[in-house]
């Protein structure tokens, strides 16, 4: 269900006629090929054990399965985009390290993924594999799921920003996109506090330096969401742009939902391992598992292939991904 809302929110992506999908289906098993005599290759070798040979079957019919699954995607997604070029594949093993093993060879723009839960409790737990997908890919994530007000293409869109290259390629994604009129984008970025609000216990310097620096902070993200909200407008968007206060990862998802957003877009700030994924990737992984609608996490294009996985990956992937 997860997985056909995903496809479902493709309508609402923007994406355009010109585009190239491909339909990765993974059934969740690992099994050694069959061994070979002679050069000549067997079903089985001379002895196997039947649980073996129960399990083949039992995986064989799990990729039949998924061959099924793929194919009807097929056909749903060429039916909504007949301009689309779309292949199928199919596969066993882990479904995390299959799909961004698919998307680093093919250099996909980004990949869509369905997300499990719509219930509060469900949010807090995106789906290990979509939540690996999220953290160890590396180009843009979209978690697709069906927003409140689910029509046949996208009106509202919010874009958080905050100045790092990530939030700027989540911009540039946008404008790049092909929406359709009528849409409006709203560019938001989050004034977090570090310090108390409550300045009386200080001496009067050190509290005209605190203001001093909050303010000077509040007009740098003026200019951020400015900036970006001008960008849009070039592009023939109907943007605004508005400076919020409060935690970021609460902020978006709590205006997204005032504003019933068709989408979320925000960036990701590069990581190589797993602490800067918990402490840097903290604000999109939680606007991916609890928003109510779809959210894009947008990377840069890295130069370097594998510039974008951790080094847990590389080492996991080998030299070429195998």
């Not at 056909?4 to 339909?23: K, P, S």
């Not at 779309?86 to 596969?91: D, G, H, K």
């Not at 294009?301 to 847990?312: I, L, Q, V």
């Amino acid at each position: 269900e997860d997985a056909q809302a995903a496809l479902d929110d493709l309508g609402r992506a923007g994406l355009g006629n010109n585009v190239e999908a491909t339909i990765v289906s993974v059934a969740e098993f690992f099994l050694p090929p069959p061994e070979t005599s002679l050069g000549i290759e067997e079903p089985f070798p001379a002895y196997t054990p039947p649980e073996v040979i129960s399990a083949r079957k039992t995986a064989m019919h799990a990729l039949e399965q998924m061959h099924s699954v793929a194919n009807d995607a097929k056909t749903r997604i060429q039916t909504a985009f007949p301009y689309w070029k779309i292949s199928t594949e199919v596969c066993g093993g882990s479904p995390w390290w299959e799909v961004i093993s698919k998307a680093h060879e093919l250099k996909s723009d980004v990949i869509v993924v369905g997300s499990h839960g719509r219930s509060a409790l469900g949010r807090l737990f995106l789906g290990s594999v979509s939540q690996k997908i999220l953290a160890e890919a590396q180009c843009s994530v979209r978690v697709g799921r069906t927003p409140v007000n689910a029509g046949p293409s996208a009106r509202l869109l919010l874009v958080g920003v905050d100045g790092s290259p990530g939030s700027e390629a989540a911009v540039n994604e946008v404008a790049r996109r092909e929406w359709p009129s009528g849409v409006r984008t709203y560019v938001i970025s989050v004034e977090e506090p570090s310090v108390p609000t409550d300045l009386s216990g200080l001496t009067a310097q050190v509290a005209k330096w605190i203001r001093e620096s909050e303010g000077a902070q509040r007009q740098w993200r003026q200019k951020i969401v400015e900036a970006s909200a001008e960008h849009l407008r070039n592009t023939g968007l109907d943007a605004s742009a508005e400076v919020k206060e409060g935690t970021a990862k609460e902020v978006l998802v709590d205006e997204a939902k005032r504003l019933r957003a068709d989408c979320i877009f925000v960036g990701s700030t590069g990581f190589t391992n797993r602490f800067e994924r918990f402490l840097l990737g903290s604000v999109s992984s939680a606007v991916a598992n609890r928003a109510e609608c779809p959210v894009e996490v947008v990377r840069p294009r890295a130069e370097n292939p594998d510039a974008g996985m951790s080094e847990e990956v590389r080492i996991l992937g080998g030299k070429n991904g195998k």
